[in-house]
């Protein structure tokens, strides 16, 4: 088990107020907050090593460079990748996932070839494909959730047709919290030779994650959720389909040989670095992967394990509240969505703001998720190494009030 | 605490005025505050360049179903003229609430609708 006061101390945010009341931040689904040694680092690292990185003979550009390239090993350690250009720094979630989307589905994608997604898609792994497939020609097919808010790997194995090329779904629902069954789904999609890639924004930072356990072919994340900075995410790949994809930036770095009529690109991971990376924030990734890896990943999903039945059983005593997703902490994250009835979720997250509870509320950029569930919009509280149950027990207190203003 | 959830606002959400829709419009609008999916959707009966009748329906927060509540009291029985020169500062006049950048979206949607069905009619005049 972790300690948490300590942890606490390490985060400078969490001694703000808000409105006077202690910050309770529970929005970690859309960003964790950073610790002082992540901002240590970036600040130590413009003071003192800043310089563009690769192709420098000087001093500074030398230790960026073995800064940003160290954060690179930290980061395919972190995953358990087998080699380290596996690992490609982009500007996040999104952009990885459209670098799948455009370089490798581009070419690889063809007429009435089809995709399987899930509705329970973040819109960054949902409208990349649906453009593509507009384009492209292609047929996109949705895997539905259960009344529980999961998905079964048998679920796909049912709708994999000889024209399925591509399984792309996402680790951790950041809405129901529902962890996918996706080392089964990764299993069934390579029996058909169907490609997979995986959206884990929200699990890279909150459960250890092996890619080669997984054997997914692509994996995304963004670090700004992991106690990273934000403008910095990744892509992983396997090192062969990485080597067959296409470049799709192309620039400074990216190249080898560059000629007036034709240019021969660089190797992996370079050819998908082009131009100038954004240094600083991959070298403060680092020091966030450093900072988990002391904690340990296990731990912090037990800490999260344990908060979700607690929040689960607590928030369940509250009458009118409706909670989504599965009910049980072994195939759920710490992310819990819900409505109060007869009360807009804008409404809540007002209320709550006063008492210093940050939560997020809206659709959670899973709009077809909430259509599926019927609801136009919804709560979310979403937890980190750093919440409390004491927390949750003003969050229930805050949602009590809540209804006491409106009922 | 919550200086937004002022009495008037929680009635006006409650008890919304005009609350409903019309059985045969000479006009109706609906927006969509996508951020929220929050939807607003007015009916307007007129004549002789007057609201004779509004009815509005939608789902949203207190402050947008307020908002709507407000204004469909504010416009009903005017000339076409007054209701369309109805100006943004008078809505928050009327709600009378602190309000953040976020919230001025809510508050805002039903007056966009009112404007925006104002503007279907008289293109359909013309
Ligand atoms: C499941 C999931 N996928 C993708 C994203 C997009 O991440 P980013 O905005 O960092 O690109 C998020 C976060 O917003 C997410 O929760």
């Known amino acids: ?407 | 605490m919550n200086d937004i959830y002022k009495d008037n606002i929680i009635d006006h959400y409650k008890n919304p005025r005009h609350f409903g829709q019309l059985d045969k419009p000479t006009v109706s609008h609906e927006e969509v505050n996508s951020l929220c999916g929050d939807r607003i959707r007015m009916d307007l009966k007129i004549e002789n360049d007057q609201i004779l009748e509004v009815k509005f329906k939608g789902v949203g927060c207190a402050i947008s179903l307020a908002s709507a509540s407000m204004l469909t009291e504010e416009i009903s029985g005017r000339k076409l003229k007054e209701a369309a020169g109805i100006k943004r500062d008078r809505i928050l006049e009327m709600l009378n609430i602190p309000m953040s950048p976020t919230r001025l979206k809510c508050a805002l949607l039903p007056w966009e609708v009112l404007l925006k069905a104002l503007q279907k009619y008289w293109k359909k005049k013309l």
Request: net charge neutral; proline share 4%; glycine share 6%.
């Open chain 1, 1 to 407: 088990m972790i300690d948490v006061n300590k942890i606490r101390q390490d985060f400078p945010i969490l001694s703000r107020k808000i409105n006077g009341k202690n910050l309770i931040y529970f929005d970690n689904a859309a960003t964790s907050q950073k610790p002082e040694s992540v901002l240590k680092t970036i600040d130590d690292y413009y003071r003192n090593h800043n310089a563009n990185i690769h192709r420098a003979i000087h001093t500074l550009g030398e230790e960026a460079t073995a800064m940003y390239e160290n954060a690179r090993n930290k980061v395919a350690n972190f995953i358990k990748a087998a080699r380290p250009e596996e690992i490609i720094f982009t500007s996040g979630t999104t952009a990885s996932l459209n670098l799948v989307a455009y370089a490798w589905g581009r070419l690889n994608l063809s007429q009435n070839e089809e995709i399987i997604l899930t509705v329970m898609e973040h819109h960054s792994n949902l409208v990349p494909w649906q453009q593509l497939a507009f384009e492209n020609g292609l047929t996109l097919k949705y895997l539905e959730i259960d009344e529980s808010g999961t998905i079964k790997a048998d679920a796909l194995e049912e709708i994999i047709t000889p024209k399925t090329k591509l399984l792309a779904i996402t680790h951790m629902s950041n809405v129901l919290g529902t962890i996918n069954p996706i080392k089964e789904m990764i299993k069934v999609a390579h029996r058909h030779n169907v490609t997979t890639v995986i959206d884990a924004a929200q699990s890279v930072p909150h459960l250890p994650v092996n890619v080669q356990s997984l054997d997914c072919d692509f994996l995304a994340f963004s670090g700004h959720k992991m106690l990273g900075p934000t403008g910095v995410g990744v892509l992983y790949g396997k090192q062969k389909q990485l080597e067959k994809m296409p470049p799709f930036f192309f620039g400074g770095h990216m190249i080898k040989e560059v000629y007036l009529e034709k240019t021969l690109f660089n190797e992996i991971p370079a050819k998908f670095e082009a131009g100038t990376s954004p240094i600083a924030q991959v070298v403060g990734l680092g020091a966030a992967i450093d900072y988990l890896e002391k904690i340990g990943m296990d731990n912090v999903r037990e800490h999260e394990k344990a908060l979700t039945d607690y929040a689960l059983s607590q928030l369940a005593q509250i009458e009118g509240l409706t909670i989504y997703g599965p009910k049980n902490s072994q195939i759920r994250g710490g992310v819990i969505a819900f409505n109060l009835h007869g009360i807009h979720s804008h409404d809540v997250a007002q209320i709550l703001d006063a008492e210093g509870i940050a939560i997020r509320v809206g659709n959670h950029c899973a709009m077809p998720l909430h259509t599926a569930l019927q609801i136009p919009a919804s709560c979310r509280a979403s937890f980190y190494l750093y919440n409390t149950k004491e927390e949750i027990d003003l969050l229930k207190k805050g949602l009590l009030k809540t209804k006491k203003v409106f009922l």
